[in-house]
């Protein structure tokens, strides 16, 4: 029964946040119907869940609020901006009704009452439709015209046999009955008319050619033909899946064909058709955007699965990976007939097994979004700031396990730009900046890596105040120069926070430093960039992945690295002497000035014995940097493991991994590597 | 130290570096390792020897002898990696740690621990727990989640001195004929 319960609270909480984010868009657009029914619908189902598993609190509560809702869209209540506030407390009553331990708390039993009470007072006013509350309203499917989701069009072909009329069947009765089961556009042929003196009044001359959009299947409209099956020629297909008949140049293009008195026709017919369906479908799929509702999730046939068993799945692959490798090391030293195309299968198959594991894990930043939009939405309110919150690139996808770790330090990072970044709104409006303030939410793939930015048009950060600051703090010494770079990164410094009072909402005490941690700790970097008067960015960059990259394994005193293929462009063969004899450290390959660093010079290792050398031209912020190692081994597909707690100050590599032949191997973080030599060179 | 409650294991491990012998509880220790192929890691303090592939995961290892500030020594059949569990800021983390040689696992009991000797300011209250005299020698036993969560050198004692801390105690005890110490068997 604990299972149940489990099961049902991870389902509740879903659907809690589900109805949260759709009644931030209800908010934005409260005409939009598909929302209201979209809210009524997830809130029937908890409702149900909940007295299904028993949670009777919530069942009782979920069932007053989803009646205000079904007034709503019954049109007997209006959707006014109260109603959403009061059920976007509910939401959040309703999270902390799933731990029933709250229910002796009375302060919590307050809230319930008070919120019960503000529900059934909403509801009230129409008291007498409430009895009619959760009954499904009739024929609404059946005359919406714009649920033509299900339908498919047919091309219907009927031609009677002369004789049709000697039963007693009259062929506009099946048309009508045609027309009940959908949209009908019937056309009747006469061509076959005779002149008017062989004309035979008990004869049917005519045949139709129709076209029916129904959501029937085509048995049923078989059987309104049962009983004339043996007088007429029929041929029924469907030509579409989608109502093309709304389409009108479809239309059009049938009326043009029957004005010239010729048959549409059956291959006329599919072709126009499938013209028309790719418009209707493309039309559909624009008005889904705009609504802003994720289809794909509605599709997509998916299953739940518990995340412990994705990360096992995750370890198993990476296990795999590594003894993969030991096989293919094993291949190499061993001449053994036929081995080859086996390993080099295993191989093709563990890589491929990889990436779908990863992208299993891979979901998208989305799912942090709701969170952000209430939190901007709470906060503005709360400061009497007014503040819209625009998110971009929300489909960008990261490893569960770094969207997990980063909700924390993307919320600080708001509540700061709401805070201290944007101004109160009568001082926008005397800096002559819009009333209405801007926070903006990005995020978007470079390389291999993901970027996440949060930027406001607030008020900026003046370099000299955090400088005079650092000073008074004892942080830098006075005479210190420091670049606005280096200015602004004094702010992820421990106790460093500028805000001169600490209020309620940022700046309790955990300041950018526990940012700048927590996100070192999922391999990523945050950077700031600032104008005063102009607003603040903050910039994040993250690993797509932090458990298996593909990587460069090279060779350095006998003893094997691996760099990163993603950061990779070329490798040169070089020789020693043009390394050991520069003066600056700058080399020129294919024409161009590149600066390079020796790694056996920068680890501290002797210079090598060869003669030639291999130099690695890695991406650097905007440039190129060349990393000298002895050789270049081959690619590696490498399986991060933590260098631990102990090499927590050595962030030059970014993990280490365990070689074929049971080695370990270090990976470079060449971003840091770079970063920390050019520090010490200059 | 506090009583120690009647469940919880009196056994040690004794090891080795230069004349000095160490105990840890055996609660402390996984496993003990043939000294290995380390891989360096470059930048790292001199006493951090490198990681090692142990069963999948990588293992740091440090050399004991660096982490107490003594001199380094080549590394002989005898030397070993005693693989730790400590704790770090209410983590569990795995280190290794060369020793010269290991001894023995041997009982002493809670009385039998002696607390650090008056003169105890001169020796790093932290990273010591206490002292055990067995068959005439003294072992010290280390707070090992002290001594290898330590970011720095931990010497085990203040100042240049290089006396051995068993040899200093010795004398101590001989010249102060004080009743603390008493013999096992």
Redesign the interface.
């Known amino acids: 029964m604990d299972d149940f319960r489990t099961k049902f609270i991870e389902e509740a909480t879903e659907l809690i946040e589900k109805m949260e984010d759709a009644l931030l868009k209800l908010e934005q657009a409260p005409d939009d119907e598909n929302l209201i029914q979209l809210v009524f619908r997830v809130m029937h189902t908890l409702k149900g869940n909940s007295s299904m598993f028993g949670f009777e609190q919530i069942e009782k509560f979920t069932h007053n609020l989803e009646n205000i809702y079904d007034m709503v869209r019954n049109q007997q209540l209006e959707l006014s901006e109260e109603i959403i506030n009061t059920t976007l407390a509910c939401v959040d009553h309703l999270k902390n009704m799933l731990d029933e331990s709250n229910y002796e708390d009375s302060d919590f039993m307050t809230t319930h009452n008070g919120l019960m009470a503000k529900i059934l007072y909403i509801a009230n006013p129409d008291a007498n439709s409430m009895s009619n509350a959760g009954s499904p309203q009739p024929d609404a499917a059946g005359q919406n015209p714009t649920s033509s989701d299900e339908q498919a069009t047919f091309y219907i072909l009927f031609d009677p046999n002369d004789s049709i009329f000697a039963n007693g069947t009259n062929p506009l009765y099946l048309l009508d009955e045609l027309a009940e089961l959908g949209q009908i556009k019937a056309y009747a042929h006469f061509n076959r008319l005779p002149e008017f003196e062989a004309y035979n009044t008990d004869l049917c001359y005519t045949y139709w050619e129709i076209f029916l959009s129904t959501d029937k299947e085509i048995d049923e409209i078989n059987e309104v033909f049962i009983f004339v099956e043996s007088d007429c020629k029929l041929d029924i297909q469907k030509i579409s899946d989608v109502n093309i008949l709304h389409n009108s140049k479809f239309i059009e293009e049938i009326e043009h064909i029957i004005s010239t008195k010729n048959d549409v026709g059956i291959a006329n017919a599919l072709q126009l058709a499938s013209r028309s369906t790719s418009q209707v479908k493309h039309a559909k799929a624009e008005v889904v955007k705009k609504e802003r509702i994720n289809t794909r999730d509605k599709n997509a046939s998916s299953i739940r699965v518990s995340s412990d068993k994705l990360d096992s799945l995750m370890n198993l692959v990476s296990?795999l990976v590594?003894t993969q490798a030991r096989l293919s090391l094993f291949d190499s030293q061993h001449d053994i007939h036929g081995l080859t195309p086996i390993v080099e299968s295993v191989q093709k198959l563990s890589r491929q097994l990889r990436d779908l594991a990863f992208g299993i894990v891979l979901i998208p930043i989305e799912n942090l979004i709701t969170r952000f939009q209430r939190l901007v939405r709470d906060l503005s309110m709360e400061l009497h700031k007014d503040v819209e919150f625009i998110a971009e690139g929300t489909d960008t996808e990261l490893d569960k396990t770094i969207i997990d770790n980063l909700a924390d330090p993307l919320m600080h990072i708001l509540r700061n730009s709401l805070d201290h970044g944007i101004e109160d709104t009568n001082q926008r409006i005397a800096r002559g900046k819009p009333a209405k303030g801007t926070v903006k939410f990005k995020a978007y793939y470079s390389g291999a890596s993901v970027i996440i930015q949060i930027s406001d048009d607030g008020k900026g950060m003046d370099p000299d105040t955090i400088r005079e600051k650092a000073i008074q703090k004892g942080i830098i010494a006075p005479e210190r120069k420091l670049t606005k770079k280096e200015i602004f990164d004094l702010i992820f410094l421990p106790g460093f926070s500028t805000a001169t009072k600490v209020t309620d909402i940022s700046g309790r005490g955990v300041g950018m430093d526990v940012v700048r941690k927590k996100i070192a700790n999922i391999q990523g970097e945050v950077d700031v960039d600032s104008e005063l008067g102009k607003g603040t960015t903050i910039s994040i960059k993250l690993p797509l992945t932090l458990s298996i990259i593909d990587g460069l394994l090279v060779n350095i005193n006998k003893?094997s690295y691996v760099i990163p293929l993603a950061a990779i462009k070329k490798i040169y063969a070089i020789d020693k002497d043009l390394i050991y004899k520069s003066f600056n450290n700058l080399i020129t390959l294919d024409g161009e000035q590149i600066p390079f660093f020796s790694l056996r010079k920068?680890?501290?290792?002797p210079p090598s014995e060869e003669q030639l050398e291999q130099i690695v031209m890695v991406n650097f912020e905007d440039n190129y940097v060349g990393l000298v190692v002895d050789y270049v081994e081959g690619e590696y597909q490498a399986v991060l493991?933590?260098?631990?707690?102990?090499?927590k100050?050595?962030d030059?590599?970014s993990?280490?991994t365990?070689l074929g032949n049971?080695?370990?191997?270090?990976v470079m973080d060449t971003n840091k590597i770079i970063k920390?030599f050019a520090h010490i060179n200059h | 130290m506090e009583p120690l409650t009647s469940n919880k294991s009196n056994s040690y491990l004794t090891f080795k570096l230069g004349e000095e012998q160490y105990a840890a509880h055996v609660d402390k220790v996984l496993n003990i390792l043939e000294m290995s192929k380390l891989t360096h890691v470059p930048k790292a303090p001199e006493y951090m020897k490198g990681v090692m592939n142990l069963r999948g995961a990588v293992l740091p290892v440090i050399d004991a002898r660096i982490k107490f500030g003594m001199e380094p020594t080549e590394y002989t059949s005898n030397t070993c990696i005693v693989v730790l569990d400590v704790d770090m800021d209410g983590d569990s983390v795995h280190v290794g740690a060369i020793v010269d040689s290991v001894q023995a696992v041997i009982e002493i009991k809670t009385e039998q621990i002696l607390p650090l000797p008056t003169l105890g300011s001169r020796y790093k209250a932290e990273y010591i727990i206490g002292m055990a005299k067995l068959d005439e020698r003294f072992i010290i036993i280390l707070n090992m989640d002290a001594v290898f969560s330590a970011d720095e050198i931990t010497k085990l004692k203040i100042g240049a001195d290089t006396t051995p801390i068993a040899d200093e105690l010795a004398a101590e005890e001989t010249s102060a004929e004080t009743a603390t110490g008493e013999k096992t068997e």
């Not at chain 1, 049971?662 to 270090?666: E, H, I, K, R, W």
């Open positions: 296990e590594i003893t920068e680890f501290d290792l493991k933590p260098l631990g707690r102990h090499y100050n050595n030059i590599f993990g280490a365990i049971g080695t370990v191997a270090l920390m």
